[in-house]
C-alpha cells in the first residue's frame, strides 16, 4: 500500500469515528431534552440497519433513533433475510445469567441420581404450568436442581413460598405442594425468608417475566413448561459446553 493511500485511508477512517462520535452526541442530547424519561441513557452504538442507532437505558431496554435523535422507534428490529429477531437476541444477551454466579444460597436443592448435570429453575408455587413442568421433571434422573422461589403472581404465592423456604425439608415441602396438593404449615414467626425478596430482585433485574424459566450451564435460559424430552435435550447441549 503506497503512502498516500495509506495516509487517505487513516484520514477517512479518523472521520467516521468523529462523524458517530457527534451522532452519539446529538442523540444523547436531543432525546432526553425532547423524551424526559430516556433522561439516563446507558449506550448508544449502531445498529444493524444502516443509518439507524440503538439506544438502550434501563439496562436492558432497547430503543431505535436516527442519527439527530429526531426519531425514536419502539419495537423489533428483524433481519429478514435470515429470520432473526435482533432486538431479542440483543435482550438475551444483555440479561444472561452466568449459571456459576447463581445466589444458589437463596435457592434450595433437589438431587437425582448422581447429581452430576446441573438446572437452575424460577417457579412460582401457585403457578399451573410449573405443576405441569415439575411432573415432567421428575422423569429427569442424574440432576442436581437449584429451585429459587420466586413469588410474582399475588401476595398468596409469597405467602406459600414463605411456608416451603421456613420447611424442615425444603425440597419434600415443596414437592409435596407441586405434586400432592398438600400445603406446608405456615411459616413461622422468627423464618428469615428475605431470599425470596431477592429471588425476585435477580429475576426483574435479568427479564425473568414467567414462570417456570429454566438456566442450564452454558447460559441457555428456557422459559415454559417444557417435558422432559427437551430438558433432557439442553441438559445434552448444556454438558457440550
Known amino acids: 500500500m503506497?503512502?498516500?493511500?495509506?495516509?487517505l485511508l487513516l484520514a477517512l477512517m479518523a472521520?467516521?469515528?468523529?462523524?458517530?462520535?457527534?451522532?452519539e452526541a446529538a442523540i444523547r442530547k436531543n432525546l432526553?431534552?425532547?423524551?424526559?424519561?430516556?433522561?439516563s441513557i446507558d449506550e448508544v452504538r449502531p445498529a444493524a440497519m444502516p443509518g439507524l442507532f440503538e439506544v438502550r437505558v434501563n439496562g436492558t431496554e432497547i430503543y431505535y433513533s436516527d442519527a439527530q435523535g429526531n426519531y425514536l422507534i419502539e419495537g423489533n428490529l428483524i433481519d429478514t433475510r435470515n429470520r432473526r429477531n435482533l432486538t431479542d437476541e440483543r435482550i438475551e444477551k444483555l440479561t444472561a445469567i452466568?449459571?456459576?454466579?447463581l445466589p444458589v444460597k437463596d435457592a434450595f436443592t433437589i438431587v437425582r441420581g448422581n447429581g452430576e448435570r446441573k438446572i437452575a429453575v424460577f417457579e412460582d408455587p401457585n403457578c399451573g404450568y410449573c405443576k405441569r413442568f415439575e411432573r415432567d421433571l421428575q422423569k429427569v434422573d442424574n440432576v442436581t436442581i437449584y429451585l429459587f422461589l420466586y413469588p410474582i403472581l399475588g401476595a398468596d404465592s409469597a405467602e406459600k413460598s414463605k411456608a416451603i423456604w421456613c420447611a424442615k425439608d425444603?425440597?419434600?415441602?415443596w414437592q409435596?405442594?407441586?405434586?400432592?396438593d398438600q400445603?406446608?404449615?405456615?411459616?413461622?414467626?422468627?423464618c428469615d425468608t428475605s431470599a425470596l425478596a431477592r429471588n425476585v430482585d435477580v429475576g426483574r433485574k435479568h427479564k425473568i417475566t414467567g414462570t417456570p424459566t429454566l438456566l442450564f450451564t452454558n447460559g441457555?435460559?428456557?422459559?415454559g413448561a417444557v417435558d422432559s424430552k427437551k430438558i433432557e435435550q439442553m441438559l445434552t447441549e448444556a454438558a457440550k459446553g
Open 98 to 101: 452466568k449459571f456459576d454466579q
Open 32 to 39: 432526553p431534552a425532547r423524551l424526559p424519561q430516556l433522561k
Open 170 to 173: 425444603r425440597g419434600l415441602a
Open 176 to 180: 409435596d405442594w407441586m405434586l400432592r
Open 2 to 7: 503506497s503512502y498516500t493511500l495509506k495516509h
Open 183 to 190: 400445603i406446608a404449615p405456615a411459616a413461622a414467626a422468627m
Open 220 to 223: 441457555a435460559r428456557v422459559p
Open 15 to 23: 472521520a467516521l469515528s468523529l462523524s458517530a462520535l457527534a451522532q
